[in-house]
């Protein structure tokens, strides 16, 4: 079992759940059961599937957890170029936090490549 509290990756994604819950804040009351939510799962789901793939006893479940976590965050990047397109946030705003979720993927498919190239 590994320790996911030592992974670069999910310490990464806690950070980046503080700065997507703080822009969550900046966008309309209308988005409210929209994209609010939507947002605030998917950067939650990052973290999380990083720390349960780490329970899992086969390299294979935790590649497989690590790939949800990847897929979470692209959606979550999707979801915050929206909030541009609709100017719910302005670039200075959205961009930084792209460029933080953009960091995490290469890391998440860094280590996902890593796990498959050792074992």
Excluded at 40 to 55: L, M
Excluded at 57 to 83: M, P, T
Excluded at 87 to 109: D, S, V, Y
Aim: net charge positive; hydrophobic share 40%; glycine share 4%.
């Amino acid at each position: 079992m590994r320790n996911f509290r030592e992974l670069n990756v999910w310490k990464d994604g806690r950070v980046l759940v503080k700065e997507v819950y703080t822009l969550t804040k900046l966008l309309p009351d209308s988005e409210q059961f929209g994209l609010i939510p939507q947002i605030q799962r998917s950067v939650i789901s990052i973290p999380a599937n990083i720390a349960e793939g780490c329970s899992k006893n086969s390299q294979k479940d935790f590649v497989r957890l690590l790939q949800i976590s990847l897929g979470s965050a692209y959606e979550l990047e999707s979801h915050l170029i929206l909030c541009k397109d609709l100017e719910f946030l302005t670039p200075e705003k959205a961009e930084p936090a792209i460029q933080n979720i953009q960091k995490l993927q290469r890391g998440i498919a860094s280590l996902i490549k890593y796990i498959r190239s050792n074992h």
